[in-house]
């Protein structure tokens, strides 16, 4: 009788060391059965769910006011479109909540990720000084967030979290547009433009450091659009004819820098992964063809005032402004955002697209990379 039980005992106790080895190379990784991978945001307006809401500046750095919102929140939100924005379809391809803006008040639990980003914002601190979240503050802020992770959590735990979430970034814009809004002809000298743009990229590429330093693998970016086709662009320089080729050239220049950077961080930084989505390239496409993507107005706003409804007034208490009816037929909402259906678009590229429009990894990709360990587990 002992002689038939204690071949099922070693098979038993067998079976439990294998199931063992399993978890073992998963990792810590066990807790993502029930928690999804976090998604910490950075940057400007692009990404903004309603920061500066609460910080002392002017309203052109603010969208809490109507006709913001109103095609799906039916609320401002601050949100500078009138609907979501690209990390807020992400999320929900990603099956996670809204992410809400950190500066919100009754945030509290970080699990699912924050988002830092600040209408207005540069990579550099001279970007609108004193009244936008620059990104140097924005990387404060996460430092802050980090330690509440490890306070809360543990640091084991924590390290997992932080290891396995995908960090998002869309800024540059604001540092070319403030010094272009002040004096149009600023990036007419190569030299400037060459040299500014290193700070930019440089700036950025030290925040990206620091965050992986504390334990940040996957990280997500969109480079800049051709901003001389901005209705705001437009309406400063009076141009009647299209874009402002110069303005974009400045683009073109930043999306090389930044892509090589990252390629430099590619290989230098162990386990460092991104996914780089060409807004540019997906953008101007929509302007070039606007009725095959569903569109009807690519050059003026939806909302503004002046040329091209190119000055941000939209939403204005101060001075009057127009809004269109229908704002499904514009590719930008305002002088300088486009419209929810743009955004939507587009996010579904960063998130699924092939290598042609987002490289080496889509956003898919990134939130599914360290999941690989789920299905053993539950299987």
């Given at each position: 009788m002992e002689r038939a039980i204690f071949p099922e005992y070693l098979w038993a106790f067998s079976t439990l060391l294998f199931l063992a080895g399993i978890a073992s190379s998963c990792s810590d990784r066990y807790w993502l059965l029930q928690k999804p991978v976090a998604f910490f945001i950075f940057g400007d307006?692009?990404?903004?769910?309603?920061?500066?809401?609460y910080i002392n500046t002017s309203p052109r750095f603010q969208a809490n006011y109507w006709p913001y919102g109103e095609s799906f929140f039916n609320t401002s939100t601050g949100r500078a479109t009138n609907g979501r924005t690209i990390p807020d379809f992400i999320s929900d391809y990603a099956k996670l909540p809204l992410i809400?803006?950190?500066?919100?008040?009754?945030?509290?639990?970080?699990?699912?990720?924050?988002?830092?980003?600040?209408?207005?914002?540069?990579?550099?601190?001279?970007?609108?000084?004193?009244?936008?979240?620059?990104?140097?503050?924005?990387?404060?802020?996460?430092?802050?967030?980090?330690?509440?992770?490890?306070?809360?959590?543990?640091?084991?735990?924590?390290?997992?979290?932080l290891s396995t979430a995908v960090y998002l970034f869309s800024v540059g814009g604001n540092d070319y547009f403030a010094p272009f809004q002040k004096n149009t002809s600023f990036f007419e000298s190569e030299y400037i433009q060459k040299e500014y743009t290193?700070?930019?990229?440089?700036?950025?590429?030290?925040?990206?450091?620091?965050?992986?330093?504390?334990?940040?693998?996957?990280?997500?970016?969109?480079?800049?659009t051709p901003i001389g086709c901005l209705p705001l662009v437009k309406a400063l320089k009076r141009e009647t004819g299209g874009c402002v080729q110069g303005f974009t050239e400045v683009a073109k220049i930043h999306n090389r820098a930044l892509s090589e950077s990252l390629q430099k961080l590619e290989s230098n930084l162990q386990d460092f992964k991104y996914s780089l989505h060409d807004f540019?390239?997906?953008?101007?496409?929509?302007?070039?063809?606007?009725?095959?993507?569903?569109?009807?107005?690519?050059?003026?706003?939806?909302?503004?005032?002046?040329?091209?409804?190119?000055?941000?007034?939209?939403?204005?208490?101060?001075?009057?402004y127009e809004l269109c009816e229908h704002p499904n037929d514009f590719l930008y909402f305002d002088a300088t955002h486009p419209t929810e259906k743009a955004y939507k678009q587009v996010a579904k590229l960063f998130w699924s697209g092939n290598s042609d429009i987002?490289?080496?990894?889509?956003?898919?990709?990134?939130?599914?990379?360290?999941n690989k360990c789920r299905s053993s587990l539950v299987s």
């Open positions: 307006s692009i990404f903004d769910a309603g920061n500066n809401n809400p803006p950190y500066l919100q008040p009754d945030i509290h639990d970080y699990v699912y990720g924050v988002n830092f980003a600040s209408i207005g914002a540069g990579t550099l601190v001279e970007t609108h000084p004193g009244l936008v979240i620059d990104l140097k503050t924005q990387l404060s802020n996460f430092y802050k967030v980090e330690k509440q992770l490890r306070d809360k959590l543990g640091c084991e735990e924590a390290n997992t979290l290193s700070m930019v990229i440089g700036t950025l590429t030290n925040v990206i450091q620091e965050i992986y330093k504390l334990g940040a693998r996957k990280f997500g970016f969109m480079n800049l540019f390239t997906s953008f101007g496409e929509r302007s070039e063809n606007p009725s095959k993507y569903g569109f009807k107005e690519v050059n003026m706003a939806c909302c503004g005032s002046g040329p091209y409804r190119g000055f941000p007034v939209c939403g204005s208490v101060r001075r009057e987002t490289w080496p990894y889509n956003i898919k990709s990134l939130f599914e990379l360290d």
